[in-house]
Structures are given as C-alpha cells and as structure tokens.
C-alpha cells in the first residue's frame, strides 16, 4: 500500500462532521460497563449490545467514521449470522483493531506501565487487515502522581513502543491511531496536565520520525489538557480549550491529517463543549474530531440495559451523542442543541 492510500483513510477516519466509535473495551473493561447497569457479561451480551450500535443506521452512516474493535468483535457474528465487521463496512464506516495488549507494570518504575504488544505484531497485523481492518488503535497510559510520576524512562518507552507499532502498521497497509494518554487521575491542575502532555507528544513524535513513520498516514489520539479529577479546582471549557490547543500547536506537526481526542472519564457533554470549543477557534493546521468510548458510550448503555425492549431507545441515544459530537468537529455544538434534541 502506498502511502497516498495511507492518508486517503486517515483523512476519511477525521472527516468533517464525523468521528471514531472506540468500542475496543476487553473483556475486562466491559465488564466494568455492564457491571454499572447490571447486564452479565457474556459472549451473547457484548454482541447484542454492540450490534445494537452497529445497526443504528442514522449515527454510523451520519456520524461514524470508523469503529474500533476488540478481537473477539471483529471474529463475531450478528445474531442472523452477518458479520459484524460487514456490518460496520455496509454503512461507510470504516473498521479498525485494537492491537496493544496491555499496559503493563514498568520495571524499576513503581506506579508506572508500559504497554505491550510489539512480539507477534506483524503477523496479527496481516491477519487483521485480510479480515477487514483498515486501521489499528495502541494505547499507552502516562499517569501524573506527584513530581516524579511520569518519569522519563515510562514516557520514552511508550513513546518507543507507540512507534514501533505505527511503524509495522504502516509497513502492513494499515493506519495507525498512535495514542498516548496522560491519565486524568490525580490531583493536579490543567497546567501540570498541559506540561506533562507535552513532554508526552514531543518525544513522541520524536520517536515516530526515529522510527520512519509516515505522518501523512496516522492519526493521534491523545488526551485533552484537563484538570486532575481530584483536584478542587475545575479549569472551565474556554481554558481547556486553549491550553489543550497550545500544547497541541506546540508538538503535532501539520503533516498529520487529524486529532481524534479519547473522552478518557471526561462527562459525555463536556467531552463534546471542548472539542467544539476548540474547533471555533479554527482555523487548524489538522481536523480535530473524537475517538471516543464512554462519552460516546454511556448513555446508550444506560438506555439499552441488557433489555431488548430498550433497543430502540438505546439506538436514539447513541444517535443523539454521535450528532452532538459530529456538531462539534464543526464548531457548531451549543448546549440548546442537546436541549432541543434530548
Ligand atoms: P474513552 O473515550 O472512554 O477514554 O475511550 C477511548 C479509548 O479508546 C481509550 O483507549
């Protein structure tokens, strides 16, 4: 694959108007989902509840762009036996996999990870795009905790391992989301948030020039500069706007086609008023869109409940978060158009 074909799916995955379903939760992590409303989490379960996005028509063909997936989604089958991952392609959205396979405690460095996931890669890379993945997600977690976390030594090793990743991507005809989130846990203010993402990005993009990765062909998905959750203190939507935006000016080259932010904990409603905030302050030098997962996530779950009479309900509520977000690549979200539409 050439790497104009490389950008031709990065721009799609960060066009206008729309933006990136990360349905990729493991087993583990959904199982803290359904555990909040009360649904089992079985094989059976995951699949309904995911075919029920799956198959909202409005929101994947209006509002989604792509669709990140766990390996047990990208193998399934839809209850009338269509796979999922065909699914997902009929509506114009396209299919990505999430690669990574964790992060992991970092040796010599307490309270820190790295994420792993490097061995092997290539040869799931190729079974993966011949199943029908056109981009593929690696998260690598960064956690603020006093002044020594993080330390030099985890953000370098994820820088490393993201590139590496991206680069066997890219070799494999694939796109690589390059995601490294500085955690919102702590009790830290948005400055020390805004500092130590942008120590993060600039040896990232350190690491991905050393490790020969197209920038036409990738897409970043980092966190927003936001203040610690436990921090008394709460920066408003304008600060984390322009702090998350200075930050960004300061590191991501223009060569990079887009930014599909993570939610990362962030409340559903004020995940969309930043990215709208930061796409009235255009023009950008890249589109800025999301790749979220609860935002995008939590109030279709709640609706849905594990109840099939709730399916349509659920469907509604997904379209409605979709549309909000696809308002906010724009810059054209207010807070009326989640009252007119609620
Ligand atoms: P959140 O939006 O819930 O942070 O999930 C996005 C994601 O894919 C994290 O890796």
Redesign the pocket.
Same mark, same amino acid.
């Given at each position: 694959m050439t790497l104009a074909e490389l950008n031709t799916i990065a721009r799609k995955m960060v066009a206008k108007g729309k933006g990136i379903l990360?349905a990729?939760e493991s087993t583990g992590t959904i199982k803290k989902r359904f555990d909040t409303i009360d649904v089992a989490n079985v094989e059976e379960n995951r699949r309904d509840y995911r075919e029920l996005m799956f198959r909202t028509d409005e929101a994947m063909t209006k509002y989604i762009s792509g669709v990140?997936l766990y390996d047990e989604t990208i193998r399934q089958k839809a209850k009338d036996g269509t796979l999922l991952v065909k699914i997902i392609a009929e509506s114009g959205a396209i299919p990505g996999i999430k690669v990574d396979k964790g992060a992991k405690p970092l040796a010599g460095c307490p309270g820190e990870t790295v994420t792993e996931g490097l061995d092997g890669l290539r040869e799931r890379l190729i079974e993966y795009r011949e199943i029908g993945a056109r981009f593929a997600?690696w998260?690598a977690v960064i956690a603020i905790a006093g002044g020594a976390v993080p330390s030099y030594t985890a953000i370098t090793a994820n820088a490393h391992s993201l590139a590496r990743y991206a680069a066997l991507c890219q070799e494999n005809g694939i796109v690589p989301i390059v995601?490294p989130?500085v955690l919102m846990d702590g009790d830290h203010d948005i400055d020390r948030c805004a500092e130590v993402t942008e120590r993060t990005l600039k040896e990232v993009f350190q690491q991905v020039y050393h490790q020969r990765v197209a920038l036409e062909g990738m897409v970043l998905?980092p966190n927003m500069a936001v203040t610690g959750k436990k921090c008394a203190k709460q920066a408003g939507v304008q600060e984390v706007a322009e702090k998350t935006l200075m930050v960004l000016k300061r590191c991501v080259p223009a060569a990079v086609p887009g930014i599909a932010f993570? !939610?990362?904990?962030q409340p559903a409603e004020e995940a969309t008023a930043h990215l709208d905030a930061m796409n009235k302050m255009g023009p950008l030098p890249w589109e800025l869109t999301f !790749?979220?997962?609860?935002?995008l996530q939590a109030a279709p779950q709640k609706a849905w409940s594990g109840k099939p009479e709730n399916v349509a309900k659920a469907q509604a509520a997904f379209t409605h978060r979709a549309r909000m977000n696809g308002l906010a690549t724009r810059g054209r979200w207010s807070a009326d158009c989640e009252r007119q539409t609620a």
């Open positions: 990360a990729d990140i997600k998260r995601e989130e998905k993570l !939610s990362g904990g !790749s979220y997962g609860r935002a």
